[in-house]
C-alpha cells in the first residue's frame, strides 16, 4: 500500500504558484520523499526528491517539514503544461528498493 | 540525463497470442528494472521488479507464467503477455534505477499501450 496520502485534485492560475501537499506520516528515517508527474498517456517524469532538507532544481521545489511526515512540491509559475498527475512517493527501500503509486493529484492549469 | 526507452509504444495484437514489449535503459547500466501496469484513470500498479541474470519477483496477484519477465542483459529487459485476452489491455510501463545517483533516482519509460482484440 501506498504510505501517501495526497488531495484528488487542484487548479491553479497559469502563472501562479502551484503548492501541492502530501501526507506522509509513518515515513522512516532513511525513506526519501520523491515527486513524479504523469500527463496523459505518458510515462511518469521525475521531478525532485529529498531525504529531510529542503531541495530546489529546474523544475520545482520541495520543502520537508521538520518532522518529515508532510511535504509540499511547488512549482513557481505554473504553465498549462504543468497540468497532469501529481504523484508523491515515500521510496520503500528494502532489498527491492521499489516505487509504491498512491492516487496522486489532478493538477489542472487554467488560463 | 538518464533516459528509459520502451518498444512497442503502441501495440494491437488477437486474443490467445503473445505480445513482448521491450524496456532499454539507454545510457546506463540497470541491474533492476521495474514493471507497472495503468488501467485508464487509475494509479500505476507494481507488477513485478525484473533482476538482470536471475528471476524477477513478482507482486502478489500477479500470474508469472502469464506475464514473462526476462532480464538478460544490463540494459534490456522484456515483457511478454502470453496467451493475451482482451481484460489485458492496458498501459504497461517500465522503470529502471539509475545506480550511483542520490538516493538511486528511477526514471521511467514512455510506457506502452496494449490492445488486445
Known amino acids: 500500500d501506498a504510505k501517501t496520502t495526497q488531495p484528488p485534485s487542484m487548479d491553479c492560475a497559469e502563472g501562479r504558484a502551484a503548492n501541492l501537499p502530501c501526507n506522509h506520516s509513518?515515513?522512516?528515517?532513511?525513506?526519501?520523499v520523491y515527486w513524479y508527474r504523469q500527463i496523459h498517456s505518458q510515462g511518469p517524469q521525475y521531478i525532485i526528491h529529498?531525504?529531510?532538507n529542503n531541495e530546489t532544481n529546474e523544475m520545482a521545489s520541495l520543502i520537508i517539514t521538520e518532522d518529515r511526515k508532510s511535504s509540499t512540491l511547488i512549482l513557481p509559475h505554473a504553465t498549462l503544461r504543468d497540468t497532469a498527475v501529481y504523484y508523491c512517493?515515500?521510496?520503500?527501500?528494502?532489498?527491492?528498493?521499489?516505487?509504491?503509486f498512491g492516487t496522486g493529484t489532478r493538477l489542472q492549469v487554467f488560463p | 540525463g538518464a533516459v528509459v526507452s520502451q518498444h512497442p509504444s503502441r501495440v494491437i495484437c488477437k486474443s490467445g497470442t503473445s505480445v513482448k514489449i521491450e524496456c532499454r535503459s539507454l545510457?546506463?547500466?540497470?541491474?533492476?528494472m521495474f514493471w507497472y501496469r495503468q488501467f485508464p484513470k487509475q494509479s500505476l500498479m507494481l507488477m513485478a521488479t525484473s533482476n538482470e541474470g536471475s528471476k524477477a519477483t513478482y507482486e502478489q496477484g500477479v500470474e508469472k507464467d502469464k506475464f514473462l519477465i526476462n532480464h538478460a542483459s544490463l540494459t534490456l529487459s522484456t515483457l511478454t503477455v502470453t496467451s493475451a485476452h482482451p481484460e489485458d489491455s492496458s498501459f504497461y510501463i517500465c522503470s529502471a534505477r539509475v545506480p550511483g545517483d542520490r538516493g538511486n533516482t528511477i526514471y521511467f519509460g514512455e510506457g506502452s499501450w496494449l490492445t488486445v482484440v
Open positions: 509513518t515515513i522512516s528515517g532513511n525513506e526519501y
Open positions: 529529498g531525504l529531510k
Open positions: 545510457d546506463f547500466q540497470a541491474t533492476t
Open positions: 512517493i515515500v521510496r520503500v527501500v528494502y532489498n527491492t528498493d521499489k516505487l509504491i
